[in-house]
Each structure stands twice: as structure tokens, then as C-alpha cells.
């Protein structure tokens, strides 16, 4: 028995299963590492452009407070002990979503500018542009409906507001001003352009006389702060001046003491059903999905079917493999197809050698068996396969045919074949 002979799978379709096993796992990897799904440059916290809020997140995780970014059921998830951030929000999200989320401490920041994705780069903008005034109103309506919304074209006066309005945010939670004080040492802010809003019904926090960029309501809901300029939070301007710094002492204004965060990404599109079965055929769980469902694919071919080649069955007995060659050939000769049977023997030998030496398939019957003494030559076999064949033929033209004499040429061609095959000298059957 050769190894072709005995391969379960051709050398072909091996390299195939092989290469498409080392990809999947490569695919699988890159998205489990790399990706997370939310190739974007608009305004959330994922987008790392000049409008998004990554570095806002970057700025969380590194004070060490507890952040969720949420993409289902916010408001469900929000407690006493949680401050719900609401970073512009899109207004034809908020329609989609049945309202504005609100929670019992929600931080609504209201949106000032859009952007144009680049298109070589699309988590980059090429663009930017002011939203109309009236659309921002329209955000803010939801809870301050007599609210105005206005750009200040020149440098605001920021205005010291109260202790007093503190205690109304925090009643009996501080001790001291320290934390107010803070606030109003940082409390100029650097804007280019600041947005600002124009209400009775909310207490300034950090405000100017054109207007508050900082404040809070008391609602049925709870708490709701608003700050009316994003720019304190956007990528581009976190990091200029005492930004970062106002921003972080206004979340520890908000926060309940040791409390954690929610950013709610509903707002901008960010959606995912808390189904296990949408689940799986989401990025990157589709990888291992279609892991599972290819390998369930190949149990069931290896199971109903064969696949790849057959496997050779265990080699039976000398004795009774002879016994059945002796018996087989009782029942032709008997039959009278003794002769028909040697007289095709020669083209049967000769397409097993071809096949099994890979010889050229454009080669017509005589280049073959040109072909094939060729080989035999190098391979030092006794006799041509052309002088075999010409025996044969001569002994089955005679009208009276020596049984014997044309079972010993039979004999003769058989052993060129395991010559062939096997090398001189070798006479094992095949």
C-alpha cells in the first residue's frame, strides 16, 4: 500500500483546509483586538475627530471613574449613584428613540457643530459647519421650552455666582467651598465664539451676562445639568487653557460622591438589541459564528458522505486473496472469457503505469508507450512494455493458442508493471 493510497484527503484540498483555518483565525483575532465597530468621526465618544468626545472618555478612565458607554436602555441602567451623560444629541435619534433620556442626575451637553467624514480617512472630518440656533432650541425645549439659545461673537465676562446656588445642586454634601471655589478660579473657559442660554428657570453655574454655559433645573425626573457650549468637551478643545480642568471639577459637581458614569450613545445612532441571537451575527461575534457554522458544515459532510478519497481497506490474507484470484479465474476460463481477458490485459497494465507514474495526459496510445519504456529504462526494468505487448499479440494470432505459453507472457507483463512501479526486483502483488 502506497501513502496516495492510503490519504484521506488529496494533497490539494489539505493546503485549502489549512489556509482557510489559519484566515478565519487571523479574522477572528483582527476584529476581537482591533475592531469596535463604530468607524466614525461625528460627535460621540467614540469619534477620535476634531467634533467627537474620545478624549473626553480617555480623560474618565484616567481619573479612575467608573464609565459605561451605553448603546441600549440608559436610563434603565442609571440609579442614585450614576450621572447619565447626554453628549449632543441628534435630534432625529431622539424622535427615534421616543424622547430625550433623562435620568435622576443626566448631564445634557447641547450640540454646536456637524462635520463632513473625510473621504480617505472617515473617522477624520474635511469639514465642519455651526448648527442653526433653532435646532438647538429645539433639544433644549424638552425641559426648558421659554429657553433661548445665542452665539456671543466677542469674549464673555464670566460673573462669580453663589455659594447659595451650590447648596441647591448639593444640599448638606459639602462642608466648605473648596470645590466651588475651584469652579469659579477655572471658570474661564476657553470658546471660540461661545454658545450660550438664555433661561429663568435655570440656576447659573458658570455663567456670563450673555448668557449661562453652565447650569442645572430641578425637574420631576431629577437633576438635569446643562452645558450649553461643546467645546469644553470636543477633542479640539478638551485640552485647551483650564477646559479639562473646569470639566472635571463640573462632573465632580454632578457626580454622586464615588458614583459612576453613563454615556449614552443611543442619541447618536449607536443602538444594540439585547438579543443573543442578533448578537452572534454582529461584528465581532460573526467571526466565531461562522467558525462554528463551517465546522458544523464539515461534520456534516464527513457525516452523510464521503469525503476526499476513499480510505483502502485492511489487505486481506495471501492465502485467501489467492484463493479468490484461483477461483475467479476457474469461472472465466470456464466461461470462455479467458482469452477476451488476456487479450486486454496489455491496455489495462498500461494505464495503470501511466496513472501512476503521472505521465502527460495530452499523449496520444503511441507516444505513451514511448513515454513509458523511457521511463522504464531509467528505471532499469528488464523488458519494454512495447516487446510485451508484441508477445502477446503474436501468441493470440495463432488459431490454436498455447494456454500456457500466454498465461507465462500474462505472467511477464504483470511483473513489468511491479517493476514499474515498485522498482526491479520487486514482485509483491497490487
Not at 480617555?58 to 451623560?85: F, H, M, W
Not at 474661564?188 to 428657570?201: G, H, K, M, N, Y
Not at 464527513?302 to 484463493?323: W, Y
Request: overall charge neutral; glycine content about 8%.
Amino acid at each position: 500500500m502506497t501513502l496516495q493510497d492510503s490519504a484521506n484527503f488529496s494533497p490539494r484540498t489539505l493546503a485549502l483546509l489549512i489556509f482557510a483555518g489559519v484566515f478565519a483565525f487571523a479574522g477572528a483575532a483582527f476584529f476581537s483586538i482591533f475592531d469596535d465597530g463604530s468607524q466614525t468621526s461625528g460627535t460621540n465618544s467614540f469619534s477620535k475627530s476634531a467634533i467627537g468626545h474620545a478624549a473626553f472618555l480617555e480623560l474618565l478612565r484616567g481619573q479612575n471613574i467608573p464609565v459605561i458607554v451605553s448603546r441600549s436602555n440608559s436610563v434603565t441602567k442609571a440609579n442614585d449613584s450614576t450621572l447619565l451623560i447626554v453628549a449632543e444629541p441628534l435630534q432625529r435619534e431622539i424622535t427615534k428613540g421616543g424622547g430625550l433620556p433623562l435620568a435622576e442626575r443626566t448631564l445634557l451637553v447641547l450640540p454646536k457643530r456637524y462635520g463632513f467624514p473625510a473621504l480617505n480617512r472617515p473617522s477624520w472630518v474635511q469639514g465642519v459647519g455651526l448648527l442653526p440656533v433653532e435646532s438647538v432650541e429645539r433639544i433644549l425645549s424638552a425641559f426648558l421650552p421659554n429657553a433661548t439659545v445665542s452665539r456671543v461673537e466677542s469674549e464673555p465676562k464670566w460673573k462669580n455666582t453663589s455659594l447659595a446656588d451650590l447648596h441647591k445642586i448639593r444640599p448638606g454634601q459639602l462642608d466648605n467651598d473648596l470645590l466651588w471655589a475651584a469652579i469659579r478660579s477655572r471658570g474661564v473657559p476657553a470658546i471660540d465664539r461661545p454658545q450660550l442660554i438664555a433661561s429663568e428657570d435655570l440656576i447659573p453655574i458658570v455663567a456670563s451676562g450673555d448668557g449661562i454655559l453652565v447650569g442645572g433645573v430641578k425637574l420631576d425626573s431629577g437633576w438635569v445639568f446643562v452645558i450649553s457650549d461643546p467645546d469644553i468637551l470636543a477633542n479640539h478643545g478638551i485640552g485647551k487653557e483650564n477646559n479639562a480642568a473646569l470639566l472635571f471639577d463640573l462632573l465632580s459637581l454632578f457626580r454622586p460622591a464615588d458614583g459612576s458614569i453613563i454615556i449614552d450613545e443611543t442619541v447618536h445612532g449607536f443602538r444594540s438589541n439585547p438579543n443573543l441571537w442578533r448578537q452572534v451575527f454582529e461584528v465581532p461575534f460573526i467571526v466565531p459564528t461562522l467558525l462554528a457554522l463551517v465546522a458544523f458544515a464539515i461534520l456534516l459532510c464527513a457525516a452523510t458522505g464521503r469525503f476526499g478519497s476513499p480510505i483502502s481497506p485492511a489487505r486481506q490474507s495471501r492465502e485467501s486473496e489467492m484463493g479468490l484470484i484461483e477461483n475467479a479465474a476457474d469461472l472465466l476460463q470456464e466461461a470462455g472469457h479467458g482469452t477476451a481477458i488476456v487479450r486486454r490485459y496489455p491496455t489495462v497494465a498500461l494505464r495503470t503505469v501511466a496513472q501512476r507514474l503521472h505521465a502527460p495526459r495530452r499523449l496520444n496510445e503511441t507516444e505513451l508507450i514511448a513515454w513509458i519504456d523511457r521511463v522504464g529504462t531509467t528505471r532499469n526494468v528488464r523488458r519494454s512494455y512495447r516487446t510485451l505487448q508484441d508477445e502477446i499479440e503474436k501468441a493470440m494470432s495463432h488459431h490454436s493458442i498455447d494456454d500456457e505459453r500466454v498465461l507465462r507472457m500474462a505472467q511477464n507483463l504483470h511483473q513489468w508493471k511491479q517493476e514499474m512501479l515498485d522498482g526491479p526486483g520487486r514482485n509483491s502483488g497490487n
